[in-house]
T-cell receptor, first 113, second 114 residues
Framework: AQSVAQPEDQVNVAEGNPLTVKCTYSVSGNPYLFWYVQYPNRGLQFLLKYITGDNLVKGSYGFEAEFNKSQTSFHLKKPSALVSDSALYFCAVREGSARQLTFGSGTQLTVLP | GAGVSQSPSNKVTEKGKDVELRCDPISGHTALYWYRQSLGQGLEFLIYFQGNSAPDKSGLPSDRFSAERTGGSVSTLTIQRTQQEDSAVYLC????????????FGPGTRLTVT
């Protein structure tokens, strides 16, 4: 079975500082990993994905994520946070044989001006 | 191009009534998914359609829930005899096909059962 954990319900960071939103996963095979962002009263927007290849994946809006197989993690990062990055972030995983994504419970990111 | 659209955006219904939620996927996307997002929780998978294959209904919480996809495009999620615990945001997503392709989500339908 596939599962994903986002250990932090809430992350606060000052504007201009680097941000990290944590995600760990569990699959029986090779993982396909995704990050989505949800702004208030809107659907989820795709940020980035890891399928294979380089462990550092770059995505939309300056976000990146690092796949770490030994730690089964896929943390989302951004070098310099913006107030407009404040939103709900979801990590998701799919193992090769599965049909659907399994989502984490979400992390609310608040960037303080 | 146009994204995934869902209607209605909001639906308030009385307990015991049936509701239908509609999803129009991105043109050319063969895979379609329904999820439920309850307040303060993550997304719960409900059902998955891929082309003309039999749908994966493994996530449907009860036999009051059903979905169909006509002509490989538009999908309708039906909830019969709604209960208060059905109140949630219902999200539809589509992707180019099953596999590693990312899913594109619609804005959701907020269902409130009174």
């Amino acid at each position: 079975a596939q599962s994903v954990a986002q250990p932090e319900d809430q992350v606060n960071v000052a504007e201009g500082n680097p941000l990290t939103v944590k995600c760990t996963y569990s699959v029986s095979g090779n993982p396909y990993l995704f990050w989505y962002v949800q702004y208030p009263n809107r659907g989820l927007q795709f940020l980035l994905k890891y399928i294979t290849g380089d462990n550092l994946v770059k995505g939309s809006y300056g976000f990146e994520a690092e796949f770490n197989k030994s730690q089964t993690s896929f943390h989302l990062k951004k070098p310099s946070a913006l107030v407009s990055d404040s939103a709900l972030y979801f990590c998701a995983v799919r193992e090769g044989s599965a049909r659907q994504l399994t989502f984490g419970s979400g992390t609310q990111l608040t960037v303080l001006p | 191009g146009a994204g995934v659209s869902q209607s209605p955006s909001n639906k308030v219904t009385e307990k015991g009534k049936d509701v239908e939620l509609r999803c129009d996927p991105i043109s050319g996307h063969t895979a379609l998914y329904w999820y439920r997002q309850s307040l303060g929780q993550g997304l719960e998978f409900l059902i998955y359609f891929q082309g003309n294959s039999a749908p994966d209904k493994s996530g449907l919480p009860s036999d009051r829930f059903s979905a169909e996809r006509t002509g490989g495009s538009v999908s309708t999620l039906t909830i019969q005899r709604t209960q208060q615990e059905d109140s949630a945001v219902y999200l539809c997503a589509s992707s180019l096909r099953q596999g590693n392709h990312e899913q594109y989500f619609g804005p959701g339908t907020r269902l409130t059962v009174t």
